[in-house]
């Protein structure tokens, strides 16, 4: 159970003066209800913030040309090109087409769009340059 900090005033020295702040105790009592309220709140906040972005963030599906490498995240997708067949999407010819209809070799606009759905496509039909 949640507890909350209340504080008790406390007069033990004789001492201090009526102008000297007195001293503090802590003291915890149980509160029933506090803890399942903020996180019923907190928790449908994240819950609605994340499905947001995942209806948007759903559509994009990055493939690789080269084999059958599948991805969402744009990040991970120059990682592949980069790690398995040593080249980037400015050397390969590939270009990041937004649902938007921004195109663009950088991830930046994933950034800026709130629509942010990429697809690849292919600028030229010559080899794909290599590292």
């Not at 506090?34 to 819950?47: D, F, N, P, T, V």
Request: contains cysteine.
């Amino acid at each position: 159970s949640q507890t909350v900090e209340v504080e008790e005033k406390c007069n033990e020295s004789k001492e201090d003066s009526e102008d000297e702040p007195m001293i503090k105790k802590s003291k915890k009592e149980p509160v029933e209800n506090e803890g399942k309220r903020r996180a019923s709140i907190k928790g449908s906040s994240q819950s609605e913030t994340v499905q947001k972005d995942h209806e948007h963030k759903q559509k994009s599906d990055l493939q690789c040309f080269e084999c059958e490498y599948r991805s969402r995240s744009v990040m991970a997708w120059k990682a592949h090109l980069r790690i398995k067949h040593s080249t980037t999407p400015d050397l390969a010819g590939y270009l990041l087409r937004c649902d938007c209809g921004h195109e663009s070799r950088a991830h930046e606009h994933s950034y800026k769009c709130p629509i942010s759905n990429f697809t690849v496509i292919r600028e030229g039909n010559g080899p794909i340059r290599r590292l």
